[in-house]
């Protein structure tokens, strides 16, 4: 069972791109996808209207954070994170193994689950897959994603690479097995393996064989080598079903974006744009730019020249017209500042999938490719070799004229 | 749902002065209420308060939520905010070449009253004395001296609605000399008469509004600034639109061709008791610092004027709520019954008890939209209660109903921003964002911050970033490479219930 329907638009006739609409319990949501993470149910000082007014529609919660605070009976009380929080729009909770166990090191992963000690007061606690199962049922995401066991892909013991592929396997059936609500909430599995090819053909064979709603690659993006990344990526769309959605786990850069959409994911999320804001740095196309320099002190243009978000758009339009000197002006100083470019961050990276989208539908995204690096990169000899080298890998040479 | 207002119309017509009508008195020294009007904004009814902002905001409120939420009638902004400490450095927002720079800047909504003065309300008492020519200012940066011209030329710059001259006011001195009072009123008066001058003489296109002047009321005795207050009247009280009085219990002593001006407090109130004796003294428009103090502490306003009408209880009910509370934790009620604000129709108290457990910076947005709509219907309902010649009545049954104080402050503020540090309490020798717990587990190790979700290293330096997300800071806590403990008899909180 599940409760989405995956409605593909358009495919590129090049790339392995994909367009279409996920149909989730709380409305339709663009793929491909750009999912601001509100870790603990709250997006870095924004309300959800502001939110949903730069565009989003799916949004990230941390199954482990709600589970400490506000706590599952809480939850219960009133009723899932959607009422906690008032939002209206579609939540997808992570299912935090990711964290526990790079983030953690005194972690100790068991066939049980995941063992460890509160960050919050030292106790001994216990995540399993079940009651990483009836927290996301009482948090009532739209989609919620399995327990697995993921170490580190740069880790060379391929033997406890290979373990932690089939116990997430096994951590699956058992999420499955506890997961009350399949007719209103979808549950995701999670593609594991490291950096072994091999392993990950295994492993989604397996997953797939299980029938989810929609499909996660994890363990990616902790700092493996931007290469192998893509590899593992194009590795696992090209064996998963065309009818499904795919989720890239904790990918954000425009770049990583643009080019895993190439490689055949859908849908991604990162803390980087919400996070970096904090420290005053702006998103825009043609790279990021820190507005705590002092160069922007007296700089009266918008974030970025065009900008729809509520803070670039000029007053004419309905938005603030702040300017740069203005983000300069309070950024670090009042947390207003950081409102101020959280939402600008947050308008760009959906609006960029925005564009990516449009032009898979009409079929130019190569092209689309092009422009993007050109502005990003001054001279061609500056764009990185991995994404030339996988773009060239699905029909796309960045370097041709 | 949202109380938005409608976008603003930007009015073409030019402003004139303001215009100031009384429209109730009952005498000297008594509540009174008025109209208070600048061409093109918003016309305001009085007594009622002005935002206090900082850096241009009302701390915690990004200015389309203030647009949106707010509904104040208009700002207070110091020029302090925006001088950077190097005198050879022109504050940027001076370059800032459009019709309203100050207002634009800021991202103010067009129909905003906004007041300029020289020092944030309330003031950090700065070290260094003032000259004759010269008043001391806190940037964000250090201190700086600001001299009158300096002043006159921001405001002819940055054309706020209303400028609040510049007083010679030593901030933070207990006792003051006779002789001093001398010179604050001497200094005070050439300060205006420059400002004054500036103004007047300032060339403004064919119906460009110039800016109107607020003449500061030392808090002094009467007799020791007689000699201002005359000059005042003889040769510049023409010139002037308002009042800007630092002692609410001077008002007592203002000669009575003054009395049609209108009367901004910069006397900064402890509380909605002191509030109502400053309204009670004839005071018509306020500043409020103690809202963002209160928001700062986690403390939801309850209160209403008059207060509800319960069965007398012989306990004073507390004038706000303090949400670090676990006992709100579950509570799906608004903050405040009945309250309109944004915070209370969407949110309720379980949540914003979270957020502020969580240290996610929204708990202090909504606390503080909360704390703002709260104020402004204590001064509706003041208004109205004036004009229905209760108010007194009403006072004796306020002070009666609530606790003469806010509450203690108990939770964490958010990190101190730059000029809570220079405040009295700095010398106290305390660190001033402590962590709570410091990661320590049995003794093993510092917290270090590693790898998370969602991070992806990079070399480049601009795309680096140092986890230091709260949340993540309460995840992290476990020293890198300790060897794994084991742990037995392991309990999830939550199974408990199971
Ligand atoms: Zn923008
Ligand atoms: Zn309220």
Request: glycine letters at 8%.
């Given at each position: 069972?599940?409760?989405?329907?995956?409605?593909?638009?358009?495919?590129?006739?090049?790339?392995?791109?994909?367009?279409?609409?996920?149909?989730?319990?709380?409305?339709?949501?663009?793929?491909?996808?750009?999912?601001?993470?509100?870790?603990?149910?709250?997006?870095?000082?924004?309300?959800?209207?502001?939110?949903?007014?730069?565009?989003?529609?799916?949004?990230?919660?941390?199954?482990?954070?709600?589970?400490?605070?506000?706590?599952?009976?809480?939850?219960?009380?009133?009723?899932?994170?959607?009422?906690?929080?008032?939002?209206?729009?579609?939540?997808?909770?992570?299912?935090?193994?990711?964290?526990?166990v790079s983030l953690l090191k005194l972690a100790q992963v068991t066939?049980?689950?995941?063992?460890?000690?509160?960050?919050?007061?030292?106790?001994?606690?216990?995540?399993?897959?079940?009651?990483?199962?009836?927290?996301?049922?009482?948090?009532?995401?739209?989609?919620?994603?399995?327990?697995?066991?993921?170490?580190?892909?740069?880790?060379?013991?391929?033997?406890?690479?290979?373990?932690?592929?089939?116990?997430?396997?096994?951590?699956?059936?058992?999420?499955?097995?506890?997961?009350?609500?399949?007719?209103?909430?979808?549950?995701?599995?999670?593609?594991?393996?490291?950096?072994?090819?091999?392993?990950?053909?295994?492993?989604?064979?397996?997953?797939?064989?299980?029938?989810?709603?929609?499909?996660?690659?994890?363990?990616?993006?902790?700092?493996?080598?931007?290469?192998?990344?893509?590899?593992?990526?194009?590795?696992?769309?090209?064996?998963?079903?065309?009818?499904?959605?795919?989720?890239?786990?904790?990918?954000?850069?425009?770049?990583?974006?643009?080019?895993?959409?190439?490689?055949?994911?859908?849908?991604?999320?990162?803390?980087?744009?919400?996070?970096?804001?904090?420290?005053?740095?702006?998103?825009?196309?043609?790279?990021?730019?820190?507005?705590?320099?002092?160069?922007?002190?007296?700089?009266?243009?918008?974030?970025?020249?065009?900008?729809?978000?509520?803070?670039?758009?000029?007053?004419?339009?309905?938005?603030?017209?702040?300017?740069?000197?203005?983000?300069?002006?309070?950024?670090?100083?009042?947390?207003?500042?950081?409102?101020?470019?959280?939402?600008?961050?947050?308008?760009?990276?959906?609006?960029?999938?925005?564009?990516?989208?449009?032009?898979?539908?009409?079929?130019?995204?190569?092209?689309?490719?092009?422009?993007?690096?050109?502005?990003?990169?001054?001279?061609?000899?500056?764009?990185?070799?991995?994404?030339?080298?996988?773009?060239?890998?699905?029909?796309?040479?960045?370097?041709?004229? | 749902?949202?109380?938005?207002?409608?976008?603003?119309?930007?009015?073409?017509?030019?402003?004139?002065?303001?215009?100031?009508?009384?429209?109730?008195?009952?005498?000297?020294?008594?509540?009174?209420?008025?109209?208070?009007?600048?061409?093109?904004?918003?016309?305001?009814?009085?007594?009622?308060?002005?935002?206090?902002?900082?850096?241009?905001?009302?701390?915690?409120?990004?200015?389309?939520?203030?647009?949106?939420?707010?509904?104040?009638?208009?700002?207070?902004?110091?020029?302090?905010?925006?001088?950077?400490?190097?005198?050879?450095?022109?504050?940027?927002?001076?370059?800032?070449?459009?019709?309203?720079?100050?207002?634009?800047?800021?991202?103010?909504?067009?129909?905003?009253?906004?007041?300029?003065?020289?020092?944030?309300?309330?003031?950090?008492?700065?070290?260094?004395?003032?000259?004759?020519?010269?008043?001391?200012?806190?940037?964000?940066?250090?201190?700086?001296?600001?001299?009158?011209?300096?002043?006159?030329?921001?405001?002819?710059?940055?054309?706020?609605?209303?400028?609040?001259?510049?007083?010679?006011?030593?901030?933070?001195?207990?006792?003051?000399?006779i002789k001093r009072k001398d010179k604050m009123s001497d200094r005070?008066?050439?300060?205006?008469?420059?400002?004054?001058?500036?103004?007047?003489?300032?060339?403004?296109?064919?119906?460009?509004?110039?800016?109107?002047?607020?003449?500061?009321?030392?808090?002094?005795?009467?007799?020791?600034?007689?000699?201002?207050?005359?000059?005042?009247?003889?040769?510049?009280?023409?010139?002037?639109?308002?009042?800007?009085?630092?002692?609410?219990?001077?008002?007592?002593?203002?000669?009575?061709?003054?009395?049609?001006?209108?009367?901004?407090?910069?006397?900064?109130?402890?509380?909605?008791?002191?509030?109502?004796?400053?309204?009670?003294?004839?005071?018509?428009?306020?500043?409020?610092?103690?809202?963002?103090?209160?928001?700062?502490?986690?403390?939801?306003?309850?209160?209403?004027?008059?207060?509800p009408e319960t069965p007398k209880s012989s306990v004073r009910q507390?004038?706000?709520?303090?949400?670090?509370?676990?006992?709100?934790?579950?509570?799906?009620?608004?903050?405040?019954?009945?309250?309109?604000?944004?915070?209370?129709?969407?949110?309720?108290?379980?949540?914003?008890?979270?957020?502020?457990?969580?240290?996610?910076?929204?708990?202090?947005?909504?606390?503080?939209?909360?704390?703002?709509?709260?104020?402004?219907?204590?001064?509706?309902?003041?208004?109205?209660?004036?004009?229905?010649?209760?108010?007194?009545?009403?006072?004796?049954?306020?002070?009666?109903?609530?606790?003469?104080?806010?509450?203690?402050?108990?939770?964490?503020?958010?990190?101190?921003?730059?000029?809570?540090?220079?405040?009295?309490?700095?010398?106290?020798?305390?660190?001033?964002?402590?962590?709570?717990?410091?990661?320590?587990?049995?003794?093993?190790?510092?917290?270090?911050?590693?790898?998370?979700?969602?991070?992806?290293?990079?070399?480049?330096?601009?795309?680096?970033?140092?986890?230091?997300?709260?949340?993540?800071?309460?995840?992290?806590?476990?020293?890198?490479?300790?060897?794994?403990?084991?742990?037995?008899?392991?309990?999830?909180?939550?199974?408990?219930?199971?």
């Open positions: 069972p599940s409760a989405l329907s995956f409605e593909l638009l358009g495919k590129c006739s090049v790339t392995k791109a994909r367009a279409a609409t996920l149909h989730l319990p709380h409305g339709p949501v663009p793929l491909p996808i750009f999912m601001p993470v509100a870790t603990q149910a709250s997006l870095k000082g924004l309300t959800p209207e502001q939110l949903e007014k730069q565009g989003c529609r799916l949004c990230l919660n941390n199954t482990y954070h709600l589970g400490l605070k506000p706590g599952q009976a809480t939850l219960d009380a009133i009723g899932g994170a959607h009422r906690f929080q008032s939002w209206p729009h579609n939540l997808l909770t992570d299912g935090d193994s990711f964290q526990m066939e049980e689950g995941v063992r460890f000690l509160s960050p919050h007061d030292g106790s001994p606690m216990l995540l399993t897959p079940e009651h990483s199962i009836s927290l996301q049922n009482s948090i009532g995401s739209d989609i919620m994603m399995q327990l697995d066991d993921v170490i580190v892909t740069t880790s060379p013991d391929l033997a406890r690479m290979k373990e932690a592929m089939e116990r997430s396997v096994r951590w699956l059936d058992r999420c499955i097995q506890a997961h009350k609500y399949p007719e209103r909430q979808n549950l995701f599995c999670i593609i594991q393996g490291g950096l072994d090819l091999d392993l990950r053909r295994e492993c989604t064979a397996e997953m797939v064989a299980r029938d989810t709603p929609g499909i996660a690659i994890g363990g990616l993006s902790g700092g493996e080598a931007k290469d192998e990344y893509c590899k593992v990526v194009d590795t696992c769309t090209g064996l998963l079903p065309e009818k499904k959605p795919r989720y890239v786990m904790g990918v954000g850069y425009p770049e990583d974006l643009v080019v895993s959409v190439a490689l055949g994911a859908d849908m991604f999320d990162c803390v980087w744009p919400t996070r970096t804001a904090r420290f005053g740095n702006a998103i825009t196309s043609r790279g990021v730019l820190n507005l705590r320099n002092a160069v922007y002190s007296t700089d009266f243009g918008p974030i970025e020249e065009g900008c729809q978000c509520t803070c670039c758009r000029p007053p004419e339009d309905g938005g603030l017209g702040i300017t740069r000197a203005y983000v300069y002006h309070t950024t670090a100083k009042e947390t207003a500042g950081a409102h101020l470019l959280t939402m600008h961050n947050v308008h760009y990276q959906l609006n960029l999938m925005r564009l990516v989208r449009e032009a898979i539908l009409e079929d130019r995204y190569p092209a689309f490719l092009r422009s993007f690096f050109a502005k990003l990169y001054d001279d061609k000899s500056k764009y990185p070799e991995w994404a030339v080298g996988a773009l060239k890998g699905v029909g796309v040479d960045l370097l041709s004229d | 749902m949202s109380q938005g207002r409608p976008t603003p119309e930007v009015s073409q017509v030019p402003r004139e002065m303001v215009d100031f009508e009384v429209l109730k008195t009952t005498g000297a020294r008594a509540p009174r209420l008025g109209r208070f009007t600048l061409g093109g904004r918003k016309p305001i009814l009085t007594p009622a308060f002005l935002g206090n902002t900082s850096r241009g905001v009302i701390p915690h409120m990004s200015p389309d939520n203030f647009g949106r939420y707010a509904g104040s009638n208009g700002v207070y902004v110091a020029l302090e905010d925006f001088v950077e400490k190097h005198p050879e450095k022109t504050p940027p927002v001076f370059e800032y070449n459009v019709p309203e720079p100050l207002r634009r800047f800021a991202a103010l909504p067009q129909d905003t009253p906004l007041v300029l003065g020289a020092r944030r309300t309330p003031p950090i008492p700065t070290p260094a004395t003032h000259t004759n020519t010269a008043i001391s200012l806190l940037t964000s940066v250090g201190y700086k001296s600001v001299s009158s011209e300096y002043y006159a030329a921001a405001a002819r710059k940055l054309r706020p609605d209303v400028v609040v001259g510049m007083a010679d006011i030593p901030f933070g001195q207990a006792t003051i000399s005070t008066e050439a300060w205006l008469r420059h400002l004054v001058t500036t103004r007047n003489t300032m060339a403004v296109a064919p119906g460009e509004p110039r800016f109107d002047i607020f003449a500061p009321i030392l808090p002094i005795e009467r007799d020791l600034q007689s000699w201002y207050l005359e000059h005042l009247l003889d040769d510049m009280v023409d010139s002037i639109s308002g009042l800007a009085i630092y002692d609410a219990f001077l008002l007592d002593d203002l000669p009575d061709a003054l009395h049609h001006l209108p009367r901004l407090s910069l006397h900064v109130p402890a509380s909605p008791h002191e509030l109502l004796r400053q309204v009670s003294l004839g005071m018509d428009l306020l500043t409020v610092p103690f809202i963002s103090s209160a928001t700062d502490a986690g403390i939801a306003f309850d209160f209403t004027f008059p207060p507390t004038l706000g709520i303090d949400m670090w509370h676990a006992e709100h934790a579950r509570a799906v009620t608004p903050l405040s019954k009945g309250c309109q604000c944004y915070a209370c129709t969407k949110h309720h108290r379980a949540y914003i008890q979270h957020l502020l457990s969580a240290k996610e910076m929204l708990g202090w947005f909504l606390i503080q939209v909360h704390n703002h709509a709260v104020v402004e219907s204590f001064f509706t309902s003041l208004r109205t209660s004036i004009d229905a010649g209760t108010f007194d009545a009403h006072v004796a049954t306020f002070e009666a109903y609530y606790e003469p104080q806010l509450p203690e402050k108990t939770g964490q503020a958010p990190r101190a921003r730059g000029y809570h540090f220079r405040s009295e309490e700095h010398a106290k020798k305390e660190k001033k964002n402590p962590k709570r717990w410091n990661g320590e587990l049995g003794g093993k190790g510092k917290a270090v911050l590693e790898g998370a979700h969602g991070q992806q290293p990079e070399k480049k330096q601009e795309m680096m970033h140092v986890i230091d997300d709260e949340a993540l800071i309460d995840l992290v806590g476990i020293e890198h490479g300790a060897e794994a403990v084991h742990v037995e008899d392991l309990k999830i909180e939550d199974d408990v219930k199971g």
